[in-house]
Nanobody, 115 residues
Framework: QVQLVESGGGLVEAGGSLRLSCAASGFMFSIASMGWYRQAPGKQRELVARITRGSSTNYADSTKGRFTISRDNAKNTVFLQMNSLNSEDTAVYYC?????????WGQGTQVTVSS
């Protein structure tokens, strides 16, 4: 059974930092592409960052230069380091796995940036 469990969300002041973690289980993490998405109230879910099995990365324009995605295959975990946070980063952040032609999602973790 595939499980993705996010942690690390919370309330932070504008300009601050947070590090999200996503612990994965139930599939071969090392060959999966992993991603972070977010959904703000009244908006569609959008890509934040992705990392391939070979650790190639891509970012949304709004997060490039501020956010860093990384993975630890030994711990089956993907991270999202978020710096210089602003109010527009407030959203529920979801971990996503692409594996064996299927997509899997975590339950999400709330990030709230106060201005």
């Amino acid at each position: 059974q595939v499980q993705l469990v996010e942690s690390g969300g919370g309330l932070v002041e504008a300009g601050g930092s947070l590090r999200l973690s996503c612990a994965a289980s139930g599939f071969m993490f090392s060959i999966a592409s992993m991603g972070w998405y977010r959904q703000a109230p009244g908006k569609q879910r959008e890509l934040v960052a992705r990392i391939t099995r070979g650790s190639s990365t891509n970012y949304a324009d709004s997060t490039k230069g501020r956010f860093t995605i990384s993975r630890d295959n030994a711990k089956n975990t993907v991270f999202l380091q978020m710096n210089s946070l602003n109010s527009e980063d407030t959203a529920v952040y979801y971990c996503q796995a692409s594996y064996s032609s299927r997509e899997y999602w975590g339950q999400g973790t709330q990030v709230t940036v106060s201005s």
